[in-house]
């Protein structure tokens, strides 16, 4: 189980990946996401050599997968962030106008 599924999962987050930089930026993903991802992947298939290891490994990399597709791992590992709400317009009257403050209660 550890060694197949690992792959099918690092190919499957491959693709999520690529979908996602090609959708939100129109242009491939670059290398180092790619690259930060495939040494996750490596990393668990090393532990996966383990045979007791292997099948945690295995749902380990499917976990990354879910967490991935959730937008619940940081944007390196799992493609583009969506893009940010756009700031709150500042508030406009005469306070802010560089007006001469008024005396109060006199």
Same mark, same amino acid.
């Given at each position: 189980m550890g060694r197949t599924a690992i792959v099918t999962a690092w190919l499957f987050g491959m693709g999520l990946i690529t979908y *996602?930089?090609?959708? *939100?930026q129109h242009q491939p993903p670059i290398p180092g996401s790619l690259l930060a991802a495939s040494g996750t992947f490596a990393l668990l298939a090393l532990l996966a050599e383990y045979e007791p290891a292997g099948a945690p490994a295995a749902l380990a990399a499917w976990g990354f997968d879910l967490a991935a597709l959730l937008? =619940? =791992?940081p944007g390196s590992l799992a493609g583009p962030a969506a893009p940010a709400a756009a700031a709150? *317009?500042?508030a406009t009257g005469p306070q802010n106008r560089g007006a001469a403050p008024t005396q109060t209660g006199a």
């Open positions: *996602r930089f090609i959708s *939100r937008n =619940l =791992l709150p *317009r500042a």
